[in-house]
Structure formats: structure tokens, C-alpha cells
């Protein structure tokens, strides 16, 4: 998830939600979100509830080295042993297909077929390393839009998506279901991890508020990359401050340890002791989307070691 500068920012923008528990909780509990892959305002503190514990995170790698161990990786896959796979060599183009789903209330987050278009650009350009950073050897082609006009759905993407995910999910494990709504809280969207798929696979896809798109009203989240960090989620990148300064972080060597996620668009921050500045211009830290520009060569190594083992 990444957060935003204030939460009084989106209720300024959008007409507030119907009542009940606010998104990023369950139970009216904010220390138990259901979603620890989801991208959070700037400055909304409570990190415990968006990333996997270095437990968990250390039982999810344990079971990907499984797999991968249990694949004939042949010429097309190398792992060299290493913790972040950054030896794997990639053979091939990953082109995934998209099915976008617009739910709306009206006209409110109704958005055009253009502005659809615009974001599978962002994708394109961002995993594509036309901003800066790495080519991740990742594509994205878009094969249609649906459009649900339904208040509830909309206003409340978490409460429902249990019912509009189902009706609406298309493919299989290596399609990209991509859900634009009215996000309220601190959330800018969500994603499911690729592990996750094999036990509720209609669940599966990324969710982003319809206003963080390409020219969409929140100021420092307008130019889509909140849709290039869930994606990334999708695609089984972790924070970039996953484990903090201590374990094994986000499990890719090119990305440097970080205690915290970045506010804004610092001009430099060292959080932790370890060789290396913080990763603020990487697309799956919390900074601002003018900041944002690039995944590294290790990210896209992970990105296509756990497509092999998950989505392939």
C-alpha cells in the first residue's frame, strides 16, 4: 500500500464514504489490515500493518526456494543460489494481459477508455525502464474494460470486494485483473500476492483509488505509479523497506536497506547502516509519484524467478 500526505486530503477531493470501518482495517481495528501489499499516504504512520512480519517474509521465501528447487529451470532459468535471485538469468519477455475493471457511482471515478489507456502506458513505461532505473523484461497489453455502476462497490472497495471481485475477474494466473474504485483513508490501492492465487483465485488483482491515475486530483499521487507499485506486489516485490535494517530486507541485493518508508521526495535519506542510500526513487517505496522513477535490475530478476514459480 502507499500513503498519502493526509488523510483530509482524499475527503476534500471525494464525497466522504458510507459509514462503517475504515478502509485498511477489519473489525474496526487499524493493526489488522487484510492487506500487507498495499501502498499508504506519505506521513500515515503504521507500517505494522502493511508488511509481512521477517517471519512471514522468511516463510514465503523458504516456500518460493521449494519450488523453484522443484523446477527444471533449464537454459531459460539459472538460480545461482543467492537470497535475492539476482543471478537469474531471464530468457524472455513477460507480456501480461489486462482486463480493467471501472467501478463507479455515476459519473464519479466513471473514467474514460483514454485514461485507461494512459495508465497501462504508465505500466508500460515504468516496468519497461523508460523512466529511469531498469527494464524488468515486463509488458503489459490491455484486452478490455468493464464498467460496474455501483454506489456501494465504489465507495468501498475493501468491504465488497469479496462480491465485485468474483463477478468480475477474468483468467487465469497470469492475468493481470486491475480494479479502479473510490479508495477512502489512507490507502491508495492494494494488490494480492502471486502465492496467494492458488488458494482464491478469483480474489486475485490489484486495486487502486481511480483518482491516483494519470491526471487524476491527488496532488503528489496523479501520475500512476500507484498502479506500478501494487503491480509490483502482483508480481512478488516486497517493500522496499521490508524487514527494516535488519534480516533479509526485500530479498533483492540493488536495493538498499530501509528503515522507513520515504515522506515526499527527500534529496537524500540513510536510514540504515548499511552501504547505500535509501531507495527513495524506487517504485515500491512510499514517496511522492514526481519522485518515483525506477525498479532495479534485481527487481526484475525476483519479478521473473517468482513468475516462473507462481504465474508461468
Known amino acids: 500500500m502507499k500513503l498519502l500526505a493526509a488523510a ?18 477489519r473489525n474496526g481495528r487499524l493493526d489488522d489490515c487484510a492487506h500487507p501489499e498495499a501502498r499508504l499516504r506519505t506521513g500515515a504512520h503504521g507500517r505494522e500493518r502493511n508488511d509481512l512480519t521477517p517471519a512471514q517474509a522468511a516463510s ?30 531471464r530468457a524472455t519477455q513477460i507480456s501480461i494481459p489486462v482486463y480493467f475493471h471501472v467501478i463507479h457511482d455515476g459519473a464519479r471515478g466513471n473514467v474514460s477508455t483514454g485514461e485507461v489507456l494512459r495508465q497501462i502506458s504508465t505500466l508500460n513505461a515504468s516496468y519497461g525502464g523508460r523512466n529511469g532505473g531498469a527494464n524488468t523484461g515486463v509488458s503489459f497489453r490491455l484486452k478490455a474494460v468493464s464498467r460496474s455502476n455501483n454506489a456501494a ?16 475477474h477474468v483468467g487465469g494466473k497470469g492475468t493481470l485483473n486491475l480494479y ?31 483518482a ?9 499521487f ?21 524487514d527494516g535494517c535488519s534480516a533479509q530486507g526485500d530479498r533483492v541485493s540493488d536495493t538498499p ?3 522507513d518508508p520515504t515522506n515526499g521526495c527527500p534529496s537524500g535519506k540513510d536510514t540504515c547502516t548499511s552501504p547505500g542510500y535509501d531507495p527513495v526513487h524506487n ?20 519479478i521473473h524467478t517468482v513468475w516462473r514459480a507462481y504465474r508461468a
Open 153 to 168: 462497490w465504489f465507495s468501498d472497495p475493501e468491504r465488497y470486494e469479496g462480491t465485485f471481485k468474483p463477478r468480475l
Open 257 to 259: 536497506a530501509e528503515r
Open 60 to 89: 514465503v521465501e523458504q516456500r518460493l526456494n521449494r519450488i523453484l528447487a522443484g523446477l527444471d529451470l533449464g537454459t531459460t532459468y539459472r538460480a545461482d543460489g543467492s537470497k535475492n535471485g539476482a543471478g537469474l538469468r
Open 8 to 25: 483530509a486530503l482524499l475527503a476534500a477531493l471525494v464525497p466522504a464514504a458510507p459509514s462503517g470501518p475504515s478502509l485498511g482495517a
Open 180 to 210: 479502479s474504485a473510490y479508495i477512502g483513508g489512507d490507502l491508495l490501492g492494494w494488490s494480492t500476492f502471486p502465492w496467494k492465487y492458488r488458494s482464491d483465485p478469483k480474489m486475485d488483482g490489484v486495486t487502486i483509488h481511480y
Open 212 to 220: 491516483s491515475m494519470p491526471g487524476g486530483s491527488i496532488d503528489h
Open 283 to 302: 517504485y515500491m517505496d512510499y514517496s511522492y509519484d514526481t519522485c518515483m522513477t525506477s525498479f532495479t535490475a534485481g527487481q526484475g530478476a525476483r
Open 222 to 242: 496523479n501520475k500512476g505509479f500507484s498502479a506500478t507499485h501494487e503491480v509490483g506486489h502482483w508480481l512478488g516485490l516486497y517493500h522496499t523497506f521490508q
